[in-house]
């Protein structure tokens, strides 16, 4: 389940990020910054302010029952007007589980479901291939690999974009129904 961050949610943030930090750090900047819990509390605030201010969405992924934050995920509007972009994580011990597929894909319906949204894309660095295979997996297709700083110690400084628009997803959308 995707939930917007409502402000009540840093115990289990904390404890899903502090769990998973192995295969996290690699790869988000985010979550070597400390001390953690301070600046999970910093982004829980800002993300509830962004959604109110439809700035910005970013969710809590949830298991079923609700009893387990297994992750994140958000659509950015940091591309400008027409064009948005997802990003997402998962806890350790979710993994390989189709959780990031699975919210990518509802985020991405969701964005087109805005008639301003024309482009959803999924940036990452050209060694990232668990994140990679998310979007080659919806349909996406490979627009550019560009250079861009290197934020985090596993990337190389090349950043893949993938990139599907409103056209093509409903095109990929009737094919699968
Ligand atoms: C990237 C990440 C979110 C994937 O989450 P996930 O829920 O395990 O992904 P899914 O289960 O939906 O898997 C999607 C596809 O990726 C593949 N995949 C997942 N992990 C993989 C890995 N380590 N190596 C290669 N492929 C991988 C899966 O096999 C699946 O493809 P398939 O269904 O054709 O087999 C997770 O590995 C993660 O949190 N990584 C650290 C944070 C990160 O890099 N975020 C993205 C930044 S751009």
Redesign the pocket.
Same mark, same amino acid.
């Given at each position: 389940m995707l939930r917007r961050y409502r402000g009540n949610e840093l115990p289990a943030l904390f404890e899903a990020v502090s769990f998973s930090l192995e295969?996290?750090q690699p790869?988000?900047p985010w979550a070597s910054i400390e001390p953690l819990e301070a600046s999970l509390a910093g982004f829980i605030e800002q993300a509830v302010t962004q959604f109110d201010r439809a700035e910005g969405f970013n969710y809590a992924l949830w298991s079923k029952e609700a009893s387990a934050l297994v992750g994140g995920a958000g659509l950015h509007s940091s591309l400008g007007p027409g064009r948005i972009e997802i990003?997402?994580?998962?806890r350790d011990g979710w993994?390989?589980?189709?959780? +990031? =597929?699975a919210a990518a894909r509802a985020l991405t319906a969701t964005a087109f479901s805005m008639p301003t949204i024309e482009e959803v894309h999924i940036h990452?660095d050209v060694a990232?291939? +668990? =994140?990679a295979?998310?979007p080659r997996?919806l349909g996406f297709r490979l627009l550019q690999i560009v250079d861009s700083e290197i934020t985090a110690p596993n990337e190389t400084g090349r950043t893949a974009e993938w990139v599907v628009d409103r056209e093509e997803w409903l095109a990929g959308a009737a094919t699968t129904a």
């Open positions: 295969h996290l790869w988000m990003g997402y994580w998962v993994l390989r589980r189709g959780i +990031a =597929s990452c990232n291939l +668990a =994140s295979a998310v997996k």
